[in-house]
């Protein structure tokens, strides 16, 4: 038995089309349910948090969904190039904006007043690692998901006739998911310890 190729002819657009209408429906039923005030809490800087968590929950799914792909790159099962792309897409722009989100919740963190003084003098080495690691680790993402939608995009169906091309995708979607998780896992711990 042999292995599937790739299929260049998938209707792209229809899966352009369910994803926003999933998106559409998942938004309209949080904006029905969601109690506003309990999701935000009372700090001036809650409406930039919870931009950020959305922006990094979703990412966590779509990288998530990139590492999975990138295994099936690597076992060479994953050929529906219309979903690569896709996927690769969605990743790279959430990423973006989950990095762009997080600078702008980074500003209130470097004020005179906010978290940042307080590390750098009680706990320079949470500063060190939370905060600046994390930084620098999560922008990382961007260029890595933007390169693998690139490729995908660029090389679609060629890709399962050059190994090198696709094993170098999916070493990429599995850089996004490392460097993610592991800014995702120390963002969410310094929320913990003292939040802006």
Not at 171 to 187: Q, R
């Amino acid at each position: 038995m042999t292995d599937p190729l790739p299929s260049e002819h998938a209707p792209t657009w229809l899966l352009w089309v369910a994803m926003g209408l999933l998106g559409l429906a998942g938004l309209t039923v949080f904006l029905l349910t969601a109690p506003g005030h309990e999701l935000l809490g009372p700090s001036q800087y809650a409406m930039r948090g919870a931009v950020h968590g959305t922006a990094a929950g979703l990412f966590m799914v779509t990288s998530t969904i990139g590492l999975f792909q990138a295994c099936r790159i690597l076992a060479g099962k994953a050929w529906n190039v219309a979903e690569l792309q896709l996927g690769s897409v969605v990743n790279a722009t959430t990423a973006f904006l989950t990095v762009l989100s997080g600078n702008w919740i980074y500003i209130p963190y470097r004020a005179a007043d906010g978290p940042r003084n307080y590390f750098v003098q009680h706990a320079p080495e949470v500063h060190k690692v939370f905060f600046e690691f994390k930084e620098f680790a999560a922008l990382f993402t961007v260029p890595l998901a933007v390169v693998a939608a690139y490729l995908l995009i660029r090389y679609g169906g060629a890709m399962h006739q050059r190994k090198g091309l696709s094993t170098v995708v999916a070493v990429l979607l599995t850089l996004v998911f490392f460097y993610f998780i592991a800014a995702f896992g120390l963002g969410a711990a310094v929320t913990k310890l003292r939040s802006v």
